[in-house]
Protein backbone atom coordinates (compact mmCIF):
# COMPACT_ATOMS: atom_id res chain seq x y z
CA UNK A 1 0.00 0.00 0.00
CA UNK A 2 1.10 3.15 -1.18
CA UNK A 3 1.61 6.18 1.47
CA UNK A 4 0.80 9.67 1.07
CA UNK A 5 4.48 11.35 1.54
CA UNK A 6 4.98 15.19 2.53
CA UNK A 7 6.81 17.57 0.58
CA UNK A 8 9.61 16.68 2.81
CA UNK A 9 10.00 13.38 2.12
CA UNK A 10 9.62 13.78 -1.49
CA UNK A 11 11.85 16.45 -1.43
CA UNK A 12 14.34 14.42 0.22
CA UNK A 13 13.38 11.51 -2.20
CA UNK A 14 14.85 13.85 -5.45
CA UNK A 15 17.65 15.23 -3.22
CA UNK A 16 18.51 11.48 -3.11
CA UNK A 17 18.57 11.29 -6.50
CA UNK A 18 20.07 14.47 -7.49
CA UNK A 19 21.51 17.52 -6.17
CA UNK A 20 19.36 20.67 -7.43
CA UNK A 21 18.77 23.68 -6.79
CA UNK A 22 16.04 25.00 -4.36
CA UNK A 23 14.17 26.95 -7.14
CA UNK A 24 13.82 23.40 -9.17
CA UNK A 25 12.72 21.77 -6.22
CA UNK A 26 10.29 24.02 -5.75
CA UNK A 27 8.87 23.80 -8.63
CA UNK A 28 9.33 19.92 -8.64
CA UNK A 29 7.42 19.81 -5.69
CA UNK A 30 4.63 22.28 -6.84
CA UNK A 31 3.81 20.27 -9.76
CA UNK A 32 3.30 17.05 -8.03
CA UNK A 33 0.51 19.06 -6.07
CA UNK A 34 2.27 20.21 -2.58
CA UNK A 35 0.75 23.11 -1.06
CA UNK A 36 3.13 26.02 -1.29
CA UNK A 37 3.84 26.58 2.30
CA UNK A 38 4.61 22.78 3.22
CA UNK A 39 6.88 23.13 0.25
CA UNK A 40 8.41 26.54 1.64
CA UNK A 41 8.60 24.89 5.16
CA UNK A 42 9.95 21.65 3.89
CA UNK A 43 13.17 24.06 1.54
CA UNK A 44 13.67 25.95 5.04
CA UNK A 45 14.33 22.49 6.88
CA UNK A 46 16.42 21.44 4.45
CA UNK A 47 18.26 24.44 3.89
CA UNK A 48 19.00 24.79 7.41
CA UNK A 49 20.48 21.21 7.78
CA UNK A 50 22.30 21.81 5.18
CA UNK A 51 21.21 19.52 2.78
CA UNK A 52 20.12 22.33 0.02
CA UNK A 53 23.10 25.09 -0.09
CA UNK A 54 22.39 26.53 -3.98
CA UNK A 55 25.89 28.48 -3.76
CA UNK A 56 27.88 25.10 -2.98
CA UNK A 57 26.26 23.02 -5.44
CA UNK A 58 25.84 25.44 -8.23
CA UNK A 59 29.76 26.23 -7.45
CA UNK A 60 30.49 22.48 -7.77
CA UNK A 61 28.44 22.21 -10.69
CA UNK A 62 30.08 24.65 -12.18
CA UNK A 63 33.53 23.44 -11.59
CA UNK A 64 32.72 20.11 -12.51
CA UNK A 65 31.36 21.06 -16.18
CA UNK A 66 34.34 23.75 -16.47
CA UNK A 67 36.70 20.87 -15.97
CA UNK A 68 35.15 18.68 -18.03
CA UNK A 69 35.91 21.06 -21.30
CA UNK A 70 33.54 20.43 -23.44
CA UNK A 71 31.00 23.82 -23.04
CA UNK A 72 32.10 27.30 -23.40
CA UNK A 73 32.05 28.83 -20.34
CA UNK A 74 28.43 30.86 -21.88
CA UNK A 75 26.85 27.22 -22.15
CA UNK A 76 27.66 26.27 -18.75
CA UNK A 77 26.57 29.46 -17.50
CA UNK A 78 22.68 29.16 -19.57
CA UNK A 79 22.57 25.48 -18.24
CA UNK A 80 23.39 26.36 -14.34
CA UNK A 81 20.65 29.24 -14.77
CA UNK A 82 18.40 26.89 -16.61
CA UNK A 83 18.73 24.25 -13.64
CA UNK A 84 17.47 26.92 -11.10
CA UNK A 85 20.77 28.94 -9.73
CA UNK A 86 20.78 33.00 -9.58
CA UNK A 87 22.39 34.32 -12.48
CA UNK A 88 24.54 36.80 -10.97
CA UNK A 89 26.03 34.14 -8.63
CA UNK A 90 26.39 31.72 -11.62
CA UNK A 91 28.49 34.64 -13.44
CA UNK A 92 30.69 35.34 -10.15
CA UNK A 93 31.97 31.86 -10.70
CA UNK A 94 34.06 32.64 -13.86
CA UNK A 95 37.42 32.69 -13.63
CA UNK A 96 39.40 35.59 -14.81
CA UNK A 97 41.23 34.53 -17.23
CA UNK A 98 39.20 31.90 -19.23
CA UNK A 99 40.71 31.59 -22.70
CA UNK A 100 42.61 28.81 -22.71
CA UNK A 101 39.78 26.81 -21.60
CA UNK A 102 37.53 28.35 -23.99
CA UNK A 103 40.29 27.62 -27.11
CA UNK A 104 40.74 24.33 -25.67
CA UNK A 105 36.58 23.54 -25.78
CA UNK A 106 36.24 25.09 -29.21
CA UNK A 107 38.94 22.73 -30.47
CA UNK A 108 37.19 19.94 -29.24
CA UNK A 109 33.82 21.06 -30.32
CA UNK A 110 34.96 21.55 -33.76
CA UNK A 111 37.03 17.72 -33.93
CA UNK A 112 34.18 15.99 -32.58
CA UNK A 113 31.99 17.16 -35.48
CA UNK A 114 34.65 17.91 -38.44
CA UNK A 115 37.52 16.98 -40.17
CA UNK A 116 39.74 19.62 -41.49
CA UNK A 117 39.66 20.18 -44.97
CA UNK A 118 40.66 22.01 -47.77
CA UNK A 119 39.19 22.62 -51.28
CA UNK A 120 40.46 23.68 -54.31
CA UNK A 121 37.74 25.62 -54.83
CA UNK A 122 37.98 29.21 -52.18
CA UNK A 123 34.19 29.37 -52.68
CA UNK A 124 33.70 25.99 -51.12
CA UNK A 125 36.48 26.29 -48.82
CA UNK A 126 34.87 29.94 -47.36
CA UNK A 127 31.32 28.08 -46.95
CA UNK A 128 33.24 25.36 -44.84
CA UNK A 129 34.67 27.83 -42.47
CA UNK A 130 31.32 29.81 -42.10
CA UNK A 131 29.70 26.16 -41.52
CA UNK A 132 32.84 26.17 -38.24
CA UNK A 133 32.17 29.56 -37.20
CA UNK A 134 28.34 28.85 -37.01
CA UNK A 135 29.06 25.79 -35.86
CA UNK A 136 31.55 27.31 -32.37
CA UNK A 137 29.05 30.49 -32.61
CA UNK A 138 25.98 28.09 -31.55
CA UNK A 139 27.88 27.10 -28.94
CA UNK A 140 28.83 30.59 -26.98
CA UNK A 141 32.23 31.04 -28.26
CA UNK A 142 32.86 34.70 -28.79
CA UNK A 143 34.36 36.05 -31.68
CA UNK A 144 37.98 36.04 -31.03
CA UNK A 145 37.81 32.57 -29.60
CA UNK A 146 36.07 31.45 -32.80
CA UNK A 147 38.94 32.59 -35.34
CA UNK A 148 41.80 31.43 -33.59
CA UNK A 149 40.03 27.78 -32.85
CA UNK A 150 39.26 27.54 -37.23
CA UNK A 151 42.89 28.16 -37.88
CA UNK A 152 44.64 25.90 -35.13
CA UNK A 153 41.78 23.45 -36.23
CA UNK A 154 43.31 23.63 -40.20
CA UNK A 155 47.26 23.57 -38.70
CA UNK A 156 46.63 19.97 -36.92
Known amino acids: MKENKTALMKATDLLARQEQSSNALRKK ?10 VDEAIDKLQRYNYLDDEKICTRQFENLYAEGKLSVR ?14 FVES ?13 AIRAL ?3 FTPKIFDDAKENFKFKQKLWQHLASKG ?9 IEKFFEQ
Open 93 to 105: LIPEDNDEHEFDA
Open 29 to 38: LLARKFDATE
Open 75 to 88: QICVKLIQRGFDSS
Open 111 to 113: EKK
Open 141 to 149: FSGEIISTA
